[in-house]
């Protein structure tokens, strides 16, 4: 069974930091390239940014280019997104995701509140 699961969001103030996990199981992680997107109210689901299986390359959103960064452990099976100099527009829910041969997987989400 397929399991992504995220956690490290919260409240931060603008220019702040804060480094999201994803803990995966039920597939060959070292294999799968991984993704982290995000949504906001009233918006699509966007892809902030992909890293492939051995962490070689990655590709990330325009708006984060700079500020955020993927990364991975595969002998831990969890994928990372660290994100700084965190901005109001920044404020969705983030989501793990995998796409699989059986199709997307997503991790249940973490809140990002950008603020003051």
């Known amino acids: 069974q397929v399991q992504l699961v995220e956690s490290g969001g919260g409240l931060v103030q603008p220019g702040g930091s804060l480094r999201l996990s994803c803990a995966a199981s039920?597939?060959?992680?070292?294999?799968?390239?991984m993704s982290w997107y995000r949504q906001a109210p009233g918006k699509e689901r966007e892809r902030v940014a992909t890293?492939?299986?051995?962490?070689?390359?990655?590709a990330y959103l325009d708006p984060v280019k700079g500020r955020f960064t993927i990364s991975r452990d595969n002998a831990k099976n969890t994928v990372y997104l660290q994100m700084n100099s965190l901005k109001p527009e920044d404020t969705a829910v983030y989501y793990c995701?995998?796409?699989?041969?059986?199709?997307?997987?997503w991790g249940q989400g973490t809140q990002v509140t950008v603020s003051s």
């Open positions: 995701n995998v796409l699989l041969g059986t199709g997307n997987r």
């Open positions: 890293i492939s299986p051995v962490g070689d390359s990655t």
């Open positions: 039920g597939f060959t992680f070292s294999t799968s390239a």
